[in-house]
C-alpha cells in the first residue's frame, strides 16, 4: 500500500488498515451478498472487517479491491487501495 506520509501519533497501524481491504466472508456469505446487492448494480462482493469489498472491477463504478461503507444513510464513501 502506498502511504501518503506517517502520522506522529497515528490511531491505526498500517496492518490494520490492510484488513479494510481482505474479503472475510466464507463462500456461503459472499453468495448471499451477491444476491443481495444485484439488483444495486454490483455495489460489492465481500465484506471485509470494515467495508464491503469489489472482488471484480465493476465498469463506471468501483476497481478491483476498493471498498465502501454507508453509515445510516447519511455519509456514504469508498476507498480505494493506492
Known amino acids: 500500500m502506498r502511504t501518503a506520509g506517517t502520522a506522529p501519533e ?9 484488513t479494510f481491504f481482505q474479503p472475510n466472508l466464507t463462500p456461503a456469505g459472499e453468495k448471499a451478498l451477491k444476491e443481495m446487492t444485484a439488483t444495486l448494480g454490483g455495489i460489492g462482493d465481500s465484506w471485509s472487517t470494515a467495508l ?31
Open 52 to 82: 464491503c469489498i469489489n472482488t471484480a472491477d465493476v465498469p463506471g463504478k468501483r476497481r478491483k479491491g476498493s471498498g465502501w461503507c454507508e453509515h445510516g444513510g447519511f455519509f456514504p464513501f469508498y476507498l480505494e487501495r493506492i
Open 10 to 18: 497515528p490511531i491505526l497501524q498500517a496492518s490494520s488498515l490492510q
